[in-house]
């Protein structure tokens, strides 16, 4: 059998860890190395057990949840951080991927729907629960009937930059590109500044959101 995947959850509710441990002890497939109450404490954590997922509440007493994700993600980048939340907001979505969350799940969420964001996160790839996937399709349709999004602003991009932009939206780093499309880092980051030039686009969050509206990555066959 293969190595399970370690978790860390980090929630300020002792009875939301131990349902979430609860739901794992079952599993042959994951398993949790730790917890964490607050966000200090889940960065101090992350940092000492190296988990392959954190799965982060955002309303967290001291540190927000978004902060923790930022501290984390800078110190140890192989370390993946999956919200799990009651905040149904796109702000907070944008705002974590800007630090490099790898996805974000409603703590409405059946069990197996997290199971399946936990296995996208621990293969690094973008995962969206239905509500967010919701309002991007919408938002984009919206700025499609004012006129405000022209499809030629997507039409730039060579084939080659619609791959690149794909394994950038789902969060693998420029030598794992480079490595899966056995091409080398500098050939990576030239393509990917040719990328923002065209597409002017900057931040992760806004790489995301392109490659959403584009069709480069999928959204979950459960959104509309």
């Known amino acids: 059998m293969s190595e399970r995947i370690r978790l860390l959850l980090v929630d300020d509710h002792e009875m ?3 349902g ?12 949790v190395v730790g917890e964490a109450a607050d966000g200090e404490e889940a960065v101090r954590a992350a940092l000492r057990l190296k988990p392959d997922v954190v799965l982060m509440d955002l309303a967290l007493r001291d540190v927000s949840g978004i902060e923790a994700t930022r501290r984390i993600r800078e110190a140890d980048p192989s370390i993946e951080v999956l919200a799990v ?3 149904d907001s796109p702000e907070y979505f944008f705002e974590l991927m800007k630090y490099e969350a790898v996805g974000y799940v409603l703590k409405e969420a059946t069990p197996s729907e997290l199971f399946t964001a936990i296995r996208a996160a621990h293969r690094r790839e973008a995962y969206f629960y239905p ?11 919206h700025r499609v009937r004012s006129g405000r999004e022209e499809q ?3 039409d730039g991009l060579t084939q080659r930059e619609r791959e690149i932009l794909r394994l950038i939206a789902n969060g693998y ?10 091409i080398s880092v500098n050939t990576v980051e030239a393509h990917r500044g040719h990328i923002i030039q065209k597409l002017n686009l900057h931040t992760r969050a806004e790489l995301v959101r392109y490659a959403i509206r584009s069709g480069l990555i999928e959204v979950g066959d459960r959104a509309p």
């Open 16 to 18: 939301v860890r131990a």
């Open 20 to 31: 979430l441990r609860a739901l794992f002890e079952g599993s042959d497939e994951m398993e």
């Open 85 to 87: 939340t009651a905040q």
């Open 131 to 141: 509500s967010i996937a919701r309002y991007l399709l919408n938002d984009y349709l």
């Open 152 to 154: 030629a602003h997507y």
């Open 173 to 182: 780093s420029n030598r794992e590109i480079a490595e899966q499309l056995v």
